[in-house]
């Protein structure tokens, strides 16, 4: 059965510190992965998303997959309180499923 | 902009009853709608897949029995929790995608307690 690992579970930073947050799958066939940011009792919106290995920068935010490792993280730059939420991991499977891992639960510290 | 209704936002049951959650597409067409549960341990589970065209497919541990899904139009989808007990309280979401298969849009969550 397919499974989305991540790790820390939980993760306390201080505002303006580099925050990294770490996801393994176990399908290197899937083709598309996804970071989703859940804030206490609101729905998770889809934050980032990547189809090749690499690297893809928005803002603070940076991905970086690298399916030979069947790897993929997140990289907060310059974190802020009001990046203090859950972050779930998502793989796309061929079998056109979405599996998300337990989550990272990020607390930035003013 | 696409979004999903989800309705009720939380809801309250007697072990032994059932309860139903629907989700509304405004703004896309929803090809396919996803439901998950999120537990007070706050694993995010897989329940089932739906498509239209297509059979819905449940996840090992979930079944049609227990978790009956609709799916009539490319607009709404409902799931009903047949005989609730202590072990399906949790967090239901439903994401919906378009044909497109790109993001996951979710409702804001049914919140089941069952008391």
């Known amino acids: 059965q397919q499974k989305v690992q991540q790790s820390p579970e939980s993760l306390i930073v201080p505002e303006g510190a580099m925050t990294s947050l770490n996801c393994t799958f176990s399908?290197?066939?899937?083709?598309?992965f996804a970071w989703y940011r859940q804030h206490s009792g609101k729905a998770p919106k889809a934050l980032m998303s990547i189809f090749s290995n690499g690297e893809k920068e928005e803002g603070r935010f940076t991905i970086h997959l690298n399916k030979a490792s069947l790897h993929f993280s997140l990289h907060i730059r310059d974190s802020q309180p009001s990046d203090s939420a859950l972050y779930l991991c998502?793989?796309?499977?061929?079998?056109?499923?979405?599996?998300f891992g337990k989550g990272t639960h990020l607390h930035v510290l003013p | 902009g696409a979004l999903v209704y989800q309705y009720p936002r939380r809801t309250i049951c007697k072990s032994g009853t059932s309860m139903r959650m629907e989700c509304q597409a405004v703004?896309?067409?929803?090809?396919?709608v996803a439901w998950y549960r999120q537990s007070p341990q706050k694993t995010f589970e897989l329940i089932a897949l739906s498509t239209v065209n297509s059979a819905i497919k449940y996840e090992q541990n979930f079944t049609q029995e227990k978790f009956p899904i609709s799916h009539p139009n490319l607009s709404f989808s409902s799931m009903t929790v047949l005989n609730a007990y202590l072990e399906d309280r949790g967090l239901y979401l439903c994401g919906a995608r378009d044909r497109t298969g790109g993001t996951l849009y979710f409702g804001a969550g049914t919140r089941l307690s069952v008391l």
């Open positions: 998502a793989e796309y499977t061929n079998a056109y499923k979405v599996i």
């Open positions: 703004g896309f067409q929803a090809t396919s």
């Open positions: 399908d290197s066939a899937s083709q598309y």
